[in-house]
């Protein structure tokens, strides 16, 4: 994907870098990023929602609404990551798949809640392994082994489950996905806050996040200057992997059944949404505030088409849209006004 | 390669394929009868023609993985063209169909040549665009057959010299494609674009046009196969042919045409697919549930693509090696 990128630059005449006069100050680059800019949307669509249906605003509503970002902005919190470091995963839906099928097999045996999550939570993680390993251990490029096992793991599911569903989950299991934690706040608002806080904390404030950051940008630099790229990027995988298993867990539980097309399409709006949250497709730059008012926007959208009973595939349409339009609008904007496009 | 033997991709391609064939023959002879063999191909012709699209997108570092809704698309509305119009000749609705894939096809080589997004994003942007816009236009209503003409549903099956003209169509893009590819100038550029982007666009090639034209191609040849899908198999629908992306990029990577770009040819594509149409076609003769399909396309990208790199891995220096690749 960079070779392209770089073809198209050779298009142009090469300029020599410009240097402002003056850098921005804080305050003026903090209003000009893409974060402000999404959350200027946020409270637009949030009061377009407001005015166009009476039942937005009531807090169960509200509530309720979380339910459709929150299972994917787990998942899309690692694969942001992924993205910044120049890899992409696409086998996140089939990762949940395959996660919940293994998950309602053991209930088949009799397993309890407590076996149920570390039987999800470690088939995602087993799926990330594998594809980590092809792609690190082999050195295989990252986009068709996980187009490869996309196909390979939903396909387990369906080995397994032809046309059937598993149902019979115990009572308990419910919890992650319809539970409380108090009023309003559902088991998995909190968990989504709790991973946005975790994931923050790890991308923008250790050194393993500095290192994701150097790896997207140069990962041949990241080598030379002591980075474990290799080890790094695995990791990467084990942990988009695991929280494919944690959404898997998650969605099974409020599904309370398991069918093999269960989240299919949902690697694609996983993708929107970190591309969405600012985070540059072709990797080294992007951050997780963005990633979170993404899932909030798109959470909101989503929610507001459902109150205007927009069927689902319409739905899919324009997130297909909104995918090509985030990373198309920067670039139109730079060619036609291109000093901008300098600072 | 000096001192060791080179054997082609297509010879190993080809062997393990007689290999397949003789060990469910051994079981199932009639499987390997002349009249079933020309059924198996018949089957697979529509993978065939899209495999040599995807192929020509692959040669040139991208991928399209909008084929298959470009496919269904297409196919709903030339059955919507032939219920509102049953006259409409046969060569006027192909003529509809390839157009119209080769505006969609255009629609993704656009996005990628001027405006320089993945080609990834793209297509998998198109892709559930396409697929919505079938929703949109048929109210997510099927087409049935006692819908379709006669003559629209009778094309792809008439029978010309022994084969159905599905096959011969198949046949037909092959050469086509053949030609296309080795010995016109569009078919060195896609492998000039595709070995080395930078060096191509000094020899004087535009990579971002070239690039654009193997989307156009892939898909007209998507629409193509549109019209004669629907009309094979008599059904429209949104979700026909779902997942079949998959299966195309599965035959090419099969084939051995290399993900990197640049390299490849058009007997590994059309044998790549042929392996996966023989392997469909032999499931249920030998018993296994077609639910095993999904697992085996899935295992056989990741096998292909395994072998392809450890085959073409150049030797020299680690270090020097990750330093090419980067660029």
Redesign the interface.
Known sequence: ???????????QIPQGRQIPDRLRTPMQRALASWETLLLVVFALVFCINSFASPYFLDPWNLSDATFNFTEKAMIAFAMALLIISGE?DLSVASIIALASTAMGLAVQMGADTPALVGIGLLTGLLCGAVNGA?ITG????S???T??????????S??VL??KAFTGYPDSFSWFGQGYVWWVFSFELVLFCLLAVAFGILLHATAFGRSVYAIGN???AA?FSGIRVPRIKFGLFLLTGLMSGLAAVCLTSRLGATRPSIAS?ME?EV?TMV?LGGVN??GGSGSIAGVVIAALVMGLVTFGFGLLNV?G??M??F???L??AV??LP??ARRFFPRRAAS | MSGRIHISREVVLGGAMLVLLGLIATRFPAFVEPGNLANVFNDTAPLIILALGQMAVILTRCIDLSVAANLALTGMVAAMINTAMPDLPIPLILLVAVSLGVAMGLVNGLLVWRLSIPPIVVTLGTMTIYRGIIFLISDGRWINAHQMSDSFKAFPRQVLLGLPVLSWIGILAVIAIFILITRTPLGRAFYAVGGNPNAAQYAGINSGFTQCAAFVLSGALAGLTGYLWVARYAVAYVDIAGGFELDVVAACVIGGISIAGGAGSVAGAVLGALFLGIIKNALPVINISPFWQLAISGSAILIAVAVNVTQNRPKGRVILKKAEHAV
């Open positions: 994907m960079t070779s392209v990128a770089q073809t198209q630059a050779s298009d992409i092809l082999l050195g295989l490029p986009i068709v082994v187009i490869g096992t996309m196909s390979l793991f939903r396909g387990i369906y080995i032809g046309d140069n990962d041949v080598l399409g694609l993708v591309v497709i072709l069927p595939i319409v899919s349409i997130i297909g849209i995918l090509i990373i198309a670039r139109l």
